[in-house]
T-cell receptor, first 113, second 114 residues
């Protein structure tokens, strides 16, 4: 079945550092790929998405590129802020069937001033 | 627009008690979902409703029942709560019918079963 694997956290960075959170997936065909973010005490919200190979999703300085050849969708940001501290979830939705997304286990990011 | 609302925000139950978690959306979405979130386990789907009048089991349905009351409301019921059901519960919605659909989440219900 479909699966999403994320790097384990927590990831701890200083403000203005470069961020990479790795995400790889297993799926049949060409799924849609998502990054969701969860701030403390809140529900998840969409950060960015990409729906076909080589697409780049971007939002709030975050980027991720849909790499079919490596089945990856790594999240990057050039300069993190304290306000980026949150849990980040990678997810995929299959191209057929019920379209219900499969989520990774989440990666906690802690940014220190 | 309120988006997706959940009640209650917090709840403490004793083992064996029952309760219903409520979810409502004003986004006119077709699909609704219930997830639970546990440390280190990510999100696990309990039940979903692809459209009004239909419900289906997800990954972890045991011990739960659901009702899609109308297009707006989707409730989750614990008939006899167990400590293993201590978790944070999230309701989510999506337009439905496309793999590119974004899911929109409520703020969550934090449930403790003693």
């Amino acid at each position: 079945g479909d699966s999403v694997t994320q790097m384990e956290g927590p990831v701890t960075l200083s403000e203005e550092a470069f961020l990479t959170i790795n995400c790889t997936y297993t799926a049949t065909g060409y799924p849609s790929l998502f990054w969701y973010v969860q701030y403390p005490g809140e529900g998840l919200q969409l950060l960015l998405k990409a729906t076909k190979a080589d697409d780049k999703g971007s939002n709030k300085g975050f980027e991720a590129t849909y790499r079919k050849e490596t089945t990856s969708f790594h999240l990057e940001k050039g300069s993190v802020q304290v306000s980026d501290s949150a849990v980040y979830f990678c997810a995929l939705a299959p191209p057929g069937g019920s379209y219900i997304p499969t989520f990774g286990r989440g990666t906690s990011l802690i940014v220190h001033p | 627009n309120a988006g997706v609302t959940q009640t209650p925000k917090f709840q403490v139950l004793k083992t064996g008690q029952s309760m219903t978690l409520q979810c409502a959306q004003d986004m006119n979405h077709n699909s609704m979902y219930w997830y639970r979130q546990d440390p280190g386990m990510g999100l696990r789907l309990i039940y979903y409703s692809a459209s009004e009048g239909t419900t289906d089991k997800g990954e972890v349905p045991n011990g739960y029942n659901v009702s899609r009351l109308n297009k707006r409301e989707f409730s989750l019921r614990l008939e006899s709560a167990a400590p293993s059901q201590t978790s944070v519960y999230f309701c989510a919605t999506s337009g439905g019918g496309r793999p590119t659909d974004t899911q929109y989440f409520g703020p969550g219900t934090r449930l403790t079963v003693l």
